[in-house]
């Protein structure tokens, strides 16, 4: 939208699925993972303090095995995170004390927090109660083996993504024929048939609820996977999105 607002020729090609992956994995394998969650928690504005929040609900109280790519604090970072705000906020209590800010900023270690015009923002580090139960991340072939051996896998996009379901776990589960456990977007319904291929969820109450309910009802749980599975591979694979592009650079030209 943006894009075509400034006069651009513009079009969305969705992520994919490659259809000969499966053939270089163990698919006899059974699923013996319940519960799996695979990508990256990168804390900031923007990015993914959403999943963190929704990531430690569902440690205290779903099977959820997390693969990560984090960046975990030392005690040392974190005790200057609380510190500067700390000192941010003592700064704010002298002046409406009547200190004036001219002379707080000449103060030792208060100074500088005396010139800000906004409280320092929380650790860019993730919950270190989140951090120790996170995995080392994995790629490629390694992620897929995963993800086939999930009974139910999660997917939660990016904060920037508020209204469009449109990341690469959406295909890379469902083409594995795995049970995947969306964040539900306006646009889900165009990829995927929300609760007979892939199960969507709004908030973490919900996401609990749902992943409880699949994890005891293996008919149910399966059926889904593999709708989804078909679906991916009918709609949503690498060769699609090929002929799409194909289509669009004709019509330019």
């Known amino acids: 939208r943006e894009f075509s607002a400034l006069g651009l020729k513009t079009r969305h090609l969705n992520h994919s699925f490659d259809p000969?992956?499966?053939?270089?994995?163990?698919?006899?394998?059974?699923?013996?993972?319940?519960?799996?969650?695979?990508?990256?928690?990168?804390?900031?504005?923007?990015f993914h303090m959403k999943r963190e929040k929704l990531l430690m609900e569902l440690v205290r109280k779903t099977p959820i095995q997390i693969w990560g790519n984090i960046s975990s604090a030392?005690?040392?970072?974190?005790f200057k995170?609380?510190?500067?705000?700390?000192?941010?906020?003592?700064?704010?209590?002298?002046v409406k004390a009547g200190i004036k800010k001219e002379f707080l900023k000449k103060a030792?270690?208060?100074?500088?927090?005396?010139?800000?015009?906004?409280?320092?923002?929380?650790?860019?580090?993730?919950?270190?109660?989140?951090?120790c139960l996170i995995r080392e991340p994995v790629y490629g072939l390694q992620m897929y083996q995963l993800l086939k051996d999930s009974k139910v896998t999660l997917n939660t996009h990016i904060d920037y993504a508020t209204e469009g379901a449109s990341?690469?776990?959406?295909?890379?589960?469902?083409?594995m024929g795995t049970c995947l456990l969306t964040d539900r977007k306006d646009n889900l319904s165009e990829l995927f048939e929300s609760d007979s291929?892939?199960?969507s969820y709004k908030d973490a109450e919900e996401c609990i609820e749902k992943v409880n309910y699949l994890l005891s009802h293996e008919k149910e749980r399966e059926t889904i996977a593999e709708a989804?599975?078909?679906?991916?591979?009918?709609?949503?694979?690498?060769?699609?999105?090929?002929?799409?592009?194909?289509?669009?650079?004709?019509s330019i030209i």
Not at 25 to 39: N, R
Not at 108 to 130: C, E, H, Q, W
Not at 167 to 175: D, H, K, V
Not at 228 to 248: F, M, N, P, W
């Open 20 to 46: 000969r992956i499966p053939q270089r994995i163990d698919c006899s394998k059974p699923k013996k993972i319940e519960f799996s969650f695979i990508g990256s928690v990168s804390k900031g504005e923007g």
């Open 74 to 78: 030392t005690k040392s970072q974190r």
């Open 81 to 94: 995170a609380f510190l500067s705000r700390f000192v941010y906020d003592l700064t704010g209590f002298a």
């Open 108 to 131: 030792p270690v208060i100074g500088s927090s005396a010139g800000r015009l906004t409280r320092p923002s929380p650790s860019n580090y993730i919950d270190p109660k989140l951090a």
């Open 167 to 175: 990341n690469m776990r959406l295909f890379e589960a469902t083409g």
């Open 197 to 199: 291929e892939v199960v």
């Open 228 to 250: 989804g599975r078909k679906k991916a591979l009918k709609y949503h694979t690498i060769y699609h999105r090929a002929e799409q592009v194909d289509e669009y650079v004709k």
